[in-house]
Nanobody, 120 residues
Framework: QVQLVESGGGLVQAGGSLRLSCTAS????????MGWYRQAPRNQRELVAT???????NYADSVKGRFTIFRDNAKLTVYLQMNSLKPEDTAVYYC??????????????WGQGTQVTVSS
């Protein structure tokens, strides 16, 4: 089992910045990928950014050049630095961790969500 606790959401004006953090606990050594997803009202949950333990990253086209995902493996924490925020970024942001079991089954774990609101 993996538990994820998020923090860092809030209200910010367009053009501003926020940094989200997500700390994992539990069976942390089975975690490979961690990342961030977001869900706006009436929309599907969408990928924002992902990071593997070896440092490989992937970003949604909508956030490339503005958001940066990075992780501190020693602290079991993944961060999302969000710069040049736009009103379109308003959503609930969810931390994700993928737990790979011995039989290669993948369990997707989610944080509690943190609201990011960007005012125009």
């Amino acid at each position: 089992q993996v538990q994820l606790v998020e923090s860092g959401g809030g209200l910010v004006q367009a053009g501003g910045s926020l940094r989200l953090s997500c700390t994992a606990s539990g069976n942390i050594f089975s975690i490979n990928g961690m990342g961030w997803y977001r869900q706006a009202p009436r929309n599907q949950r969408e990928l924002v950014a992902t990071s593997t333990r070896d440092g490989s990253t992937n970003y949604a086209d909508s956030v490339k050049g503005r958001f940066t995902i990075f992780r501190d493996n020693a602290k079991l924490t993944v961060y999302l630095q969000m710069n040049s925020l736009k009103p379109e970024d308003t959503a609930v942001y969810y931390c994700n961790a993928d737990q790979v079991l011995s039989d290669n089954t993948v369990y997707r774990h989610w944080g509690q969500g943190t609201q990011v609101t960007v005012s125009s």
